[in-house]
């Protein structure tokens, strides 16, 4: 493993470390729960798509809807193979958590932002989709929110995640184009406006609390050694933004979102 003045030395200088043997054992450990959070958020994500490529309301739907759940499995498939080049016995992992990443909970439970299984994904993806505006707004909210915090990821000091993450990015672009053509479309509809809202006020609030506590003393440490670029809060701020703009524009009211930090945990949450 690498000395930490010269690990650090090296970060400061913006390269990019490319294996373990490079990085200290604390900058793996942090860099394993990191990419371990987005690899399971991706796959429970993946899982809890699949019933709507039956449900969706068209052929054309469901082969988008079938085409989303193949990425987020691809994307899940990248991320464990970057955490096997680590020495991650993810096939242990995964087994070991495959029946949690479908675990659900009641549509109406509000968890805040607690995690109440052992596996590592955000917690948004505890939360059921129940119907094809949910499949909508999740795709307008939480994917839009995942990338934003992906976009911090492109600047990091680790270049396989790095250079993993551009198809990924890529490939989460056309499933938050793909919720803003139904937002838009549910949104100027008499008939489903008012859903609409609801619905989005749901997904609205659920994705704020993903992006971690402002000051968080572990988001201070990941941009220390450069697995992030900006706090917590700069993140959210900035989706927040995106989406304030976008909701203007088709005519939805953002909803009032209220943070409870003694709830939150002391950590940064990346899905995909």
């Known amino acids: 493993m690498s000395d930490e003045r010269q690990m650090m030395a090296r970060i400061e200088r913006g390269e990019r470390l490319e294996s373990a043997d490079e990085m200290t054992p604390v900058y793996r450990d942090h860099l394993v729960h990191l990419m371990t959070m987005q690899a399971d958020s991706e796959l429970a994500g993946g899982y809890g798509y699949v019933s709507w490529i039956q449900k969706a309301p068209s052929v054309e739907e469901k082969h988008v809807v079938a085409q989303i759940v193949k990425d987020e499995l691809r994307h899940a498939a990248v991320m464990y193979g970057l955490l096997a080049d680590l020495g991650v016995d993810v096939d242990s992992h995964v087994r070991r958590h495959d029946e949690t990443f479908t675990m659900r909970i009641e549509p109406d439970a509000d968890i805040g932002t607690r995690r109440i299984t052992d596996d590592k994904r955000v917690n948004i993806f505890y939360y059921p989709i129940d119907t094809w505006q949910d499949f909508v707004f999740f795709n307008f909210c939480m994917d ?6 992906l ?50 006020a749901k997904w609205y609030v659920r994705t704020m609390n993903i992006f971690g506590r402002p000051g968080s003393p572990k988001n201070v440490l990941y941009r220390k050694y450069r697995l992030k670029t900006r706090d917590n809060d700069d993140v959210r701020q900035a989706f927040a933004t995106e989406v304030a703009g976008l909701c203007e524009k088709f005519g939805l009211h953002v909803p009032a979102w209220k943070p409870v930090w003694e709830q939150l945990p002391e950590e940064a949450h990346i899905p995909g």
């Not at 839009?144 to 915090?149: E, K, L, P, S, Y």
């Open 144 to 149: 839009r929110g995942a990338g934003h915090q």
């Open 151 to 200: 976009e911090d990821v492109r600047g990091c000091s680790y270049g396989p995640w790095v250079r993993a993450i551009e198809g990924i990015f890529k490939e989460e672009k056309f499933h938050i184009r793909h919720g803003e053509y139904w937002v838009k479309k549910l949104a100027e509809d008499p008939a489903t406006r008012d859903e609409a809202q609801a619905t989005f």
